[in-house]
Structure formats: C-alpha cells, structure tokens
C-alpha cells in the first residue's frame, strides 16, 4: 500500500518537473503571462521638445550622509531600489566624524549656493508686519537676475523657449541641501529653542528672517474672540493643558496631546540611525507645524523614488484646512486623518517604522488630530469684507489697484478664489517650459488667505518674498505686468 503511494507520488512529481521544463522551454511563465510589448518601441517627446529629456542625467549613485547636487532638478531616471533599511553606511563613531568633517565645507557651500540664486539683503517693508505683529514682512524680489539681464521686465519681455535657450530662468527648482539622508531640516531659530533637533550634517539654508515668525500666533475657529489663544507662547506637551483645558472639547483635547507629542522618524529618534548627537524622543507634528501654522522647517515629499527624485517641499500653515479637500503637494490626500498616519515620519517607507517605531495610531486617534486640526483658523484679515473683498475706506488706492489687477489682467483669480483664496485643485504650470530639466507634473495650490505669514513661498520654498511670487507668476503666466502693477499685487496680497 505504501509503496503502491510512493511509486504514484514520484511519478506526480516526475510529471511536474516535465511540466516546468517544457513550460521554460515554450518560454511561458507557470503564474501569469508576460504581457503585451510593443515591439521596436519608441518614445515621443511629449511636446517637451527634442533633447530636452536627452539632456538629463541619470542619478549619482549616492549613499546615505554623502554630499548631493544642489542642481538635482538637471536628473531623472529610477533608482536601484524603493526600500529603504535601518542600517547606517559605517559605525556609529565614524558616522558622527564623517559629519564633523563634513558639515562645516557642506554648509559653506550651501551659503555660496543660496547667495548666488539669492540676495538676502535684510530689505523689509517698513510698516508690513505679519499676523503676530513681531516680524516685518520682506522686500523683494530677491531672487538674482541672470547675468545680462537688467531687469525683470526685460526678462519678461523674452519667450518660454528664449529664456529656456538662453539658460535665464531665476526660478529652478530648489534642492534638498543633503538629498541622501534629506529628512526634516529645522530653522535656526526652532534649533534654539529645541537643541535636540540640531542635526550633525545639514542646517536650515535660509535667514531667519526669511522665515515665519517663531513662535506665531494661534487662531481658533470656535474662539475668534480671543484672537492669538497662546498669548505668545510655543505650545507644547507641557503646557497644552493648561492653555487649553476649558476652551476645547475632551476629544479635541486629546487630538492636540498627540499634535505636540514627540515620536521617532526615520532620523530622529532612539537608534543609531539617527543625525542628532543625542538619541531623541522624536519630533511632533507641531516641530514643523508650530502653534498650527510653520516655522519653516522643510523636508522631502514622501511620494516619488528614486530617492534623490523627492521634491523638497517647505512645511505648509495647517491653518483653515477646513477648507481644503486637498492635501499634500502632489498625493492630494483627501484628509488631515490621513497625515497623522506614518508616511511623513517613515519618508514613505512603512518598513522604516517597523524598525524604529512606534508610531502608527489608531484610526480613532488619528481621527482626532485631524478634528483639532480642523479648528485652527486663518490670521484675521481686517480689510477684506465677508465676500473677501477690500472694504474700500480701509484699503490704499495701490492695494485696490492689485486686487482689480488680481482678479482681471493678471488672472490669479482664475485659481485662487473662495474663502481660502485657492481652488482646491492641483495644476500643471508647466515650468520646465523655461529650463531643461526633469518636469515637476501637477502640484497642488496653496491658498492664499493668511499668505504674508508664510514665507518662503512655493511648495520647495524656491520664492523668499510675495515679490518673488509675483515675478515668478508674471512669468509663467506670460501676464507682461509692470512694475507698478506687480508692485500693487504684491501689496494686495498682504492684505489677505
Ligand atoms: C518636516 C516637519 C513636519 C512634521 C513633523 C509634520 N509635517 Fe505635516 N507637512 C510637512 C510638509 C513639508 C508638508 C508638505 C507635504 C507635501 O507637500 O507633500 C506637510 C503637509 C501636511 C498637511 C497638508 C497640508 C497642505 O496644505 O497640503 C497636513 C494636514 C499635515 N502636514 C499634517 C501633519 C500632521 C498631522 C503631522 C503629525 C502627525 C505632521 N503634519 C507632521 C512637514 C511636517
Ligand atoms: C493656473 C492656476 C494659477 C494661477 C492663475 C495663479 N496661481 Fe498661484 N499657485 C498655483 C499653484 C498650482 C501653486 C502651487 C505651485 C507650487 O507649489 O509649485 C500656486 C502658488 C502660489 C503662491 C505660493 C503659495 C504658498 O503657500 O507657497 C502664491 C503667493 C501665488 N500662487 C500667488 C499667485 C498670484 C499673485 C497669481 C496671479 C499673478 C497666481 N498665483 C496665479 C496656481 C495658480
């Protein structure tokens, strides 16, 4: 009986090893066909125009902590893989020398880089101040002409594929100064406060007072009554409760806890994997978020691979979210719920938090993030009536001048209008037609509500001032404004 099985069992096994050897002989797979191949394939351009992709480059085969392109907006192509693992390049002690070594030629260099695209003269608009009242809003523009160039009209005044030809573009993309590890970048002023977050490779690459005001203003949807509910303070774990207990819901409450409780990310946190000298409890959504709005702390978005391929995205204002569908420069997530989950902490990479975790919430938790962030309210705009339009005897002549100007010849009403002044749509505005280099594809818009609070500007920070906005829009719009005409939107956006 036994043997009777045996003898029928080798013969089963005989007929599937046949099976496989004709199968591979045929060239067919045992699971799935190959699918279909166009043969003798050909790419079209796409309308980029001829040589435009040929004149990208494949990535630099980096490791982690290594130096990077400023420049990475010349490259494109894939990666050799989407994962990411918990092991550091070298030693613990010879990951900390390496940075020691490195960091000061790196951030010397990110200095030059940055003057060279930008001059931080310290200009400010004399009487501008942001929400908080402390910081004066900055004049620009600031981004540098090209060389040749003597002025932005001038510049204006030449084709997409002219300024393309010539190399003029003021505006590329701005990169992630250390693109390997990349990673949360705190401003000077945050590093301050939370030394805990000063990193062993990389600073922040902007002035101070190109950014938000630190710590700013906090304004509550369900008590407008009593404007900035912090009176001036960072809110944190310590001392959430007691600014908030008897103004919130015990839901909210709890909602906010988790907002300011710090947890590992995939560099800041307990392992040797890390870029702070000390091990650290983390960060918390509110160490870029401050008070629900930004101190201007930038990362990369967790969404593209290669590596190297992420955009630099500067941290948006959570304020009036409540009004926004769409989350998240290029995922538009649909919401707030979603961002307490992991993927900004873990880079995209849920693997990272099995190594170093925990962070993953409960659904109802995250929930209740996404409820307080839900009450966080824009800055009060005095000017603007309940249509969101200037009250005539509170507004200059120049800032009545840019909003007809906004909503007519230079069509910024097109797509930002509402109460947010945005369309909660995601648009493609095609900048690549204005340098050879990898096509950023559509990104979402930005309200425009709040606006002054929130230097720098685009979603890679790559506009210091609303000035440089403006430029950046007069030209890839094509709008051929004046002066005098940019100059009263500019002023119009501040009102907002
Ligand atoms: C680097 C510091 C940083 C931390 C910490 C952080 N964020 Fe963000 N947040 C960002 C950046 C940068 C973006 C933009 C991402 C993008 O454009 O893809 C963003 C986007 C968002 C958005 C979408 C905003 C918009 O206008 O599209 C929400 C909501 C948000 N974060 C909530 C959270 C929550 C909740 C936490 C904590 C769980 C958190 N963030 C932690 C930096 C941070
Ligand atoms: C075709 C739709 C469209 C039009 C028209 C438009 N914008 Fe925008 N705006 C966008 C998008 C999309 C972004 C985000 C782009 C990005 O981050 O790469 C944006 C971003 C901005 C930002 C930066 C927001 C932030 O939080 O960083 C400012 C300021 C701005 N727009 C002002 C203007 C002005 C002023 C005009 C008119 C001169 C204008 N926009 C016209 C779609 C538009």
Same mark, same amino acid.
């Given at each position: ?11 089963? !096994? ?8 004709? =199968? ?7 699971? /799935? ?16 125009? @001829? ?39 070298? @030693? ?38 942001? #929400? ?9 523009? =600031? ?41 949360? !970048? ?48 960072? !809110? ?6 007691? $600014? ?7 839901? /909210? ?79 538009? $997530?649909? @919401? ?17 938090? /099995? ?8 659904? #109802? !938790? ?24 200037? $009250? ?29 002044? =945005?369309?909660? /749509? ?71």
């Amino acid at each position: 009986m036994n043997r009777k099985r045996t003898t029928i069992l080798l013969i089963l !096994v005989a007929f599937i090893l046949v099976g496989f050897k004709v =199968v591979e002989e045929l060239g067919l797979h045992l699971l /799935q066909s190959p699918g279909a191949v166009i043969e003798n394939y050909q790419e079209p351009d796409y309308g980029l125009g @001829s040589g435009h992709v040929d004149s990208l480059m494949p990535y630099p085969d980096v490791k982690k902590g290594e130096r990077t392109p400023f420049d990475l907006w010349r490259y494109a192509g894939k990666g050799n893989t989407s994962f990411m693992n918990p092991e550091l390049p070298m @030693s613990w002690d010879e990951w900390v020398a390496f940075h020691k070594k490195q960091k000061p030629e790196l951030m010397k260099d990110i200095r030059a880089y940055m003057n060279s695209r930008f001059d931080f003269n310290g200009e400010a608009y004399p009487n501008k101040f942001m #929400s908080g009242g402390r910081n004066k809003i900055m004049r620009g523009p =600031v981004s540098r002409l090209p060389k040749g160039i003597t002025s932005y009209e001038e510049l204006a005044s030449l084709s997409p594929e002219e300024i393309k030809e010539r190399d003029l573009f003021p505006f590329k993309p701005l990169a992630h100064p250390l693109a390997s590890t990349a990673h949360m !970048v705190f401003p000077d002023n945050w590093n301050e406060a939370h030394p805990e977050h000063m990193r062993i490779d990389v600073d922040h690459d902007y002035p101070d007072e190109y950014l938000p005001e630190f710590p700013p203003p906090m304004f509550l949807s369900n008590h407008k009554e009593l404007g900035d509910v912090t009176k001036g303070q960072e !809110v944190t774990i310590s001392n959430y409760y007691e $600014i908030f207990n008897g103004l919130l819901t015990p839901e /909210q409450m709890e909602g906010l806890k988790e907002l300011v409780r710090p947890t590992p990310t995939t560099w800041f946190n307990h392992t040797t994997h890390r870029v702070t000298l000390e091990a650290s409890a983390g960060v918390s959504c509110f160490s870029c978020h401050v008070n629900g709005h930004t101190n201007g702390a930038f990362e990369l978005s967790p969404d593209s691979r290669p590596h190297l391929a992420r955009l630099r995205v500067g941290t948006p204002s959570m304020r009036g979210n409540y009004n926004l569908m769409q989350l998240g420069s290029k995922r538009s $997530i649909r @919401s707030m719920d979603h961002f307490a989950e992991i993927e900004e902490y873990f880079d995209g990479d849920p693997g990272m938090m /099995q190594h170093i975790g925990p962070r993953a919430h409960q659904k #109802s !938790v995250a929930n209740r993030m996404g409820d307080f962030n839900a009450m966080l309210d824009f800055p009060p705009a005095p000017k603007l009536d309940p249509l969101g339009k200037l $009250i005539p005897a509170k507004a200059t002549e120049k800032e009545l001048l840019g909003e007809t100007l906004f909503w007519g010849k230079a069509k910024c009403g097109t797509c930002h209008y509402g109460p947010a002044f =945005v369309d909660d /749509q995601m648009y493609d505005l095609q900048v690549e037609r204005f340098y050879k280099g990898r096509p950023e594809g559509p990104i979402k818009n930005f309200p425009l509500r709040g606006i002054k609070d929130s230097p720098p500007y685009l979603h890679d920070d790559r506009l210091p001032t609303l000035d440089d906005a403006v430029e950046f829009f007069n030209l890839v719009l094509e709008l051929k404004l004046s002066e005098e005409e940019k100059d009263a939107i500019a002023e119009y956006l501040m009102c907002l």
